[in-house]
């Protein structure tokens, strides 16, 4: 089971990408948990989660949620923004899939 | 162009990333998420009144609940914010969040005078607590919270004799910083009306928040925001989150302020307002991308990727959302798109403060949800009213001028992918 959290502004366009990327998971067959939330409901949000995806246009807060929740054994990445911007819910959950199996 | 666009992105984005993440304008940002329900019951009670209780003499009996719920959210717009921007600031800190929050409301209240005009003593105005105060309370919010993080953060803290229980010394922890918080505005306040001022709400209201009001009505501020966001989207940054504090201490007040005019039967004072960009500039998203979109659908005969991505994106650009078209296009770091993108809002808020101020459409003065779609969500800003229909026929005509913006551009790019599969296939 892994424990996927996606960030964008406000959580609205991310929280389409979780339907995809939970219908893809779907298909293979893999065990997951996916969520959207706004950077500001991250504090709420931040205990147990195995990586947490930054919509790309929210990449100048990588630092600062880096530094949060590297502690916490949290992989932190931004989103690819062509898979991104074409919702490609496969390639960002495969991909999520193998960062954290590679940590 | 693409040597503009690279400069910009060594130059630009940095700068601009670092402002995103600024610790004082997240709090800023975040405490006005937190009372966006309580702006949005203010202003439905505002709208109910004003339309539904109105029009049905039965209902007329009810409206007392909608000023009820007006005095309790939109009138205390400052005091809420003055909690709940300290509250994330202070949490941001990793340092008690709820201990902070009250220590910036006391100290609030402690640059307030006690007693107003002829009312005499033990009154406070309700201008201290509307959005007419809100420069002063974010100022001291930030202010007493650094303050009250600082002192924790040094343990500054009083020590017991040994023999008291250690839980009994950590209760005490916040006594000396909030104390410290407090009393600085307390002697902020004496120094103040020694110097012959009021307080400190009317020397920051007067020299600070009514000329940079002043200056934000203007339409080429307006202009100058609108355009800002995009420049912002151009290189792949939310534009209109990273301004969010900036739009909501500007804009914000002046929605109150024609919302509490409304309240009192007056004609609303202010052309543009929070809700007047999302009602006829962010059509669709940021850069009226729904516009975008439309002229995609028209023009970009060849171009099948542009296709795709505007048949994805177009159910989202209903509901004002639109990363997928930002990265998907991408209308990001594209040098054929930057032009319309940037020109289009300036435009559509030309239009719309002409229309507005001219008396042809309603002002806004409705908090509305950002996703309300194109039409709806300036038929409810102007306040669902006999003339909203105008206020949503002008978002419907700025769309149509931003298909045109886009329509050539779009064009453009159309052609040079035709030309570029003539030349491979020769």
Redesign the interface.
Known sequence: MYNILLV???G??TS?LVTKMEKSAKDQGIEVSIKAI???DL?NNSENIDILLL???????L??IKEKMESKGTIVDVIN??D????NGEKVLNHAISMIQNK | MNRFISFMERKFVPV???I??QRHLVAI??GF??IMALILAGSTGLVLKNTLFKWIPALGGLIPICDQVWWGSLAIMTLLVVFTVSY?LA?SYEVDALAAGIVAVGSYFATLPQSYGDAGWGFVHWQYLNATGLFTGLLVALIATEIFVKLVKKDVTIKMPEGVPPAVGRAFAAVIPGMTAIFTFGILFLIINKLGGNSLYDVIYQTVQKPLQGLSQGVGSAMLAAMLINLF?SF???G???LDPIMNALYLPALEANAAAIQQGLAAPNVITRVFFDSYIHLGGSGATLALIIAIFIGAKKRKEYR??AK?SAP?GL?Q??????????V?LNPMLFIPFIITPGVLTLIAYLATASGLVPPTYVAIP??SPVGIGAFLATGAGSGSWRAALLAIVNLVVAIFIYLPFIKLADRQVSKKTETSSK
């Open positions: 964008c502004s406000g609205m366009s389409l706004g950077e500001a504090k919509g790309p246009q929210v990449k100048y807060i630092p600062r923004t062509v991104y911007g074409t919702m | 601009a990333a670092k995103g993440g940002r975040d998420v937190a994330s949490k989207w792949g940054l939310h209109a989150n990273i795709e991505v994805l989202l509901f959302i639109n990363e997928s078209v930002m990265f998907g296009l991408p990001v950002w996703i």
